[in-house]
């Protein structure tokens, strides 16, 4: 009887999964009445210097960094630095469909914007406490995150304080991944802004353009009527600029490819990987059958 107790008690502590990891929490910005914050991952394997920001998605009106637990787990235990912070949800409440007027669509997008960058110079400035190498600093997004990664690092909006946001031009990301996101106005698309990105899309996604069309596919006589520029388009212009990128056209999918980001980490750590060593070159477009 003894012996088959401690068998047993052996046989459960043997199993017992290992705690996950409980991210450090901190606020990075106060604007008006909302604190915004990040939490941090520290790498729970060897380190590899590699740090990731990363803006979750929710149409702008949801979403927290809480539900991005599996993909920073999962990178930090590849060894990867990771930061998901919150930002203001200015949709909230209201929805982001094509009832919504074009140019509060765009006032979401901006302030999401101000917010990441705010997040950033966050990084920059506490690098140093924060184990972040800026050379070695990757920007990543889903969805409505996406939207936000693309248009930090091209972006269309005037702010009330340009200065502030000044060092942006100077700055740049060793390199971005985008899950589901597309860019608002393509001809601020330079080379010399340009990155190497990681693109996942589905072509049937119903709410953000696999190429270029409107946002949710909103006829043009709707109120939230609004052009963006999505992967496949994206990827065109850098093969036609000799910029490089990965895309990863998933056959038949839908903007559950916006959720990727907790399964492809194979994918996402040969990327950040080249990238960040500089090896990273030319334009792959890689199909991706759908699954039956």
Known sequence: MMKSFFVCLFACLFFIPAFAQ?????????????????????????????????????????????????????????????????????????????????????????????????????????????????????????????????????????????????????FQFAGAMIFAGAVVDINLVTKKTWIPTLFMHGTEDPLVPYATAAHHYCQADKPGWLILFGPKTLYDWAVAHDAPCVFYSYEGEKHNVSGYMFKEFDKMDAFMKAAVNGTFEGQQLVDIPKQQ
């Open 22 to 170: 409980q991210p450090a929490r901190f606020s990075y910005a106060i604007k008006g009445n909302d604190t915004l914050w990040m939490d941090h991952y520290a790498p729970s394997a060897t380190p590899n210097r590699v740090s990731v920001l990363f803006i979750h998605g929710g149409a702008f009106t949801n979403g927290s960094p809480d539900q991005q637990k599996p993909m920073a787990e999962g990178l930090a235990n590849m060894g990867y630095n990771v930061f998901v912070i919150s930002y203001r949800l200015y949709m909230k409440g209201r929805g982001f469909g094509c009832e919504i007027p074009t140019q509060e669509k765009l006032k979401a997008i901006r302030l999401a914007v101000e917010d990441a960058a705010d997040a950033t110079k966050y990084l920059l400035n506490n690098a140093t406490k924060l184990n972040v190498d800026p050379r070695k600093l990757i920007l990543s997004g889903s969805s409505a995150g996406a939207e936000t990664a693309l248009q930090l690092m091209y972006n269309p909006f005037e702010t009330g304080n340009p200065a502030e946001y000044e060092f942006m031009n100077k």
